[in-house]
């Protein structure tokens, strides 16, 4: 009986300090510079908006927080990409679509998951048997593409559309 008083002392103490934490961090500004970026903007609008100090990338031995203003940009067979920098790499981000732009086909060497989040796409998949897959994803929707898959994907709509997407590099995948 008394080791579980314990234990919810202790857990109350746990809440109790992050609660305590939380409350401690500055006002984040106004405005959403990365989602200007994601509508169209150019990546300055994203170093611009978040120059203060609560901005600045955090590593801890628990978390690792990298910033909007410090996304990695590149332009890839036509697609914009904005990567954040991770401890082991660039595998996180967005891909921003021009309307009714096509990626081109691809091949993975990785397992790709993406998220759908401004827009409709088609997807077509290949795989070694050439057997051919087609698709439609729109906002919300989550895609995973296999290792060693040729892949195309295509804006279908008239406007800016977003991706999230996420390269596995882990070997067990």
């Given at each position: 009986m008394n080791s579980t008083k314990n234990k919810k002392d202790d857990k109350q103490k746990d809440n109790t300090a992050l609660g305590t934490a939380t409350k401690?961090?500055?006002?984040?500004?106004?405005?959403?510079?990365?989602?200007?970026?994601?509508?169209?903007?150019?990546?300055?609008?994203?170093?611009?908006?978040?120059?203060?100090?609560?901005?600045?990338?955090?590593?801890?031995?628990?978390?690792?927080?990298?910033?909007?203003?410090?996304?990695?940009?590149?332009?890839?067979d036509g697609v914009e990409y904005a990567f954040y920098k991770a401890e082991s790499g660039l595998q996180m981000g967005y891909m921003r679509f021009k309307p009714l732009q096509i990626k081109g086909i691809q091949h993975t060497k990785i397992k790709l998951m993406f998220v759908v989040l401004h827009g409709m796409f088609e997807v077509r998949t290949k795989n070694k048997s050439k057997h051919i897959e087609e698709f439609k994803i729109k906002a919300g929707d989550y895609l995973e593409?296999?290792?060693?898959?040729?892949?195309?994907?295509?804006?279908?709509?008239?406007?800016?559309?977003?991706?999230m997407v996420h390269r596995n590099y882990d070997s067990n995948s």
């Open positions: 401690s961090l500055p006002q984040v500004p106004e405005g959403f510079p990365l989602m200007d970026w994601l509508n169209g903007g150019n990546e300055k609008m994203i170093q611009q908006g978040y120059n203060d100090e609560y901005y600045k990338d955090i590593q801890t031995d628990n978390v690792n927080i990298s910033r909007a203003n410090n996304l990695q940009f590149a332009m890839l593409v296999k290792a060693n898959c040729r892949y195309n994907i295509q804006n279908c709509s008239k406007n800016v559309s977003i991706l």
